[in-house]
């Protein structure tokens, strides 16, 4: 059996979503709390999390693209690719755990607080 996963406190990171609706501050919480345990599951360790996230964004920023939709994964070094691919599914996961399978794109936006930092 896998071992539960990190309390919202004791996690490295912290999630803001930005959703589309108003919604009580619990119920936010909560959907920030399945939004995390997705990452730590998908990417297998809480302080990987942050690390990958920021790693994800600077290849998005070096691509020029805007977006991570305007990526080739294949035309990336391996490396990169890696980090982008994992980072995708591990994204696509948590926005899966508040969302649903049937959620739309632009649903929620989101960023991730180093919480020693913030």
Do not use: C, K
């Not at 936010?28 to 302080?47: C, E, I, P, T």
């Not at 790693?55 to 990526?71: C, D, H, K, N, P």
Request: aromatic share 8%; charged share 20%; glycine share 6%.
């Amino acid at each position: 059996m896998a071992p539960a996963p990190p309390a919202p406190d004791d996690l490295p990171f912290a999630v803001v979503l930005w959703l589309g609706e108003e919604m009580p501050a619990a119920q936010r919480r909560a959907a920030q709390a399945r939004f995390a345990a997705a990452l730590v599951a998908s990417l297998g360790d809480a302080q990987l999390v942050l690390p990958t996230y920021r790693a994800y964004l600077r290849i998005v920023a070096a691509q020029g693209t805007g977006s991570a939709e305007g990526i080739d994964a294949e035309q990336l070094p391996d490396d990169q690719r890696h980090v982008f691919e994992n980072w995708r599914i591990a994204e696509h996961d948590a926005l899966t755990a508040v969302f649903g399978p049937h959620r739309q794109m632009g649903e929620a936006l989101y960023e991730l607080q180093d919480v020693h930092t913030s």
